[in-house]
């Protein structure tokens, strides 16, 4: 149980287009998940947390405008990157807080390599 | 505010000898940690954790950690490893009251054949 999903896995875009990243719980209700962003051999942070019908909640320094995210259901979020530049490489990873005896904990998305040529 | 370090960037050790990768915390409130794997262009999977309860804490793949409140540190150790075990290892904690997770530097386990 609590597995969560990413689509894509990876995507190549030209720079100036907008990409969508999904997250998906797969058996369970996520009435939040995180967005994460990951530079090669460096940690992970984070971005945003989502909130299921409600706006989400951005880290300083993070573009609102930039980083669009929506959480429609309680099993998908999506992370659009609008006008997306080279800088905006990197590897992305999503996470889902889970309910019940595991609420303590957040499980994670296999990540989505995003390469802005 | 809460915060994990990871001293050390890279962990060398042999297959069959015991290791220990290292964590220190800096919380307010009670800790609530984690140890995560990653491997290459994978996700992180979860090792293990502490909420409460016992100072060792057994977890994944015969991973286990050490909560030292005195000390602030939650380190990982395995008495023999494996090669499979090389990979990127994060320790994290976790935010009480927003439910966010703060993730170490990450350290980079490499185990010789």
């Known amino acids: 149980g609590a597995v969560v999903s990413q689509h894509p896995s990876w995507v190549i875009c030209k720079s100036g287009t907008s990409v969508k990243i999904e997250c998906r719980s797969l058996?369970?209700?996520?009435?939040?998940m995180f967005w994460y962003r990951q530079f090669p051999k460096q940690s992970l942070m984070l971005m945003a947390t989502s909130n299921e019908g409600s706006k989400a909640t951005y880290e300083q320094g993070v573009e609102k405008d930039k980083f669009l995210i929506n959480h429609a259901s309680l099993t998908l979020s999506t992370l659009t990157v609008t006008s997306a530049h080279p800088e905006d490489s990197s590897f992305y990873i999503c996470?889902?807080?889970?309910?019940?005896?595991?609420?303590?904990?957040?499980?994670f998305g296999p990540g989505t390599r995003l390469t802005v040529l | 505010a809460q915060s994990v370090a990871q001293p050390e960037d890279q962990v060398n050790v042999a297959e069959g000898n015991p290791l220990t990768v290292k964590c220190t915390y800096s919380?307010?409130?009670?800790?609530?940690l984690f140890w995560y794997v990653q491997y290459p262009n994978r996700g992180l999977q979860f090792l293990l954790k502490?909420?409460?309860?016992?100072?060792l804490v057994k977890g994944s793949y015969g991973f286990e950690a050490e909560f030292n409140k005195s000390q602030t540190s939650f380190h990982l150790k395995k008495p023999s490893a494996l090669v499979s075990d090389s990979a990127l290892y994060f320790c994290?904690?976790?935010?009480?009251?927003?439910?966010?997770?703060?993730f170490g530097s990450g350290t980079k386990l490499n185990v010789k054949p």
């Open positions: 502490y909420i409460t309860g016992d100072n």
């Open positions: 994290a904690v976790r935010d009480y009251n927003f439910n966010k997770f703060y």
């Open positions: 919380v307010s409130g009670n800790p609530y």
């Open positions: 058996d369970f209700q996520a009435t939040t």
């Open positions: 996470s889902a807080r889970a309910p019940g005896t595991h609420r303590n904990e957040q499980f």
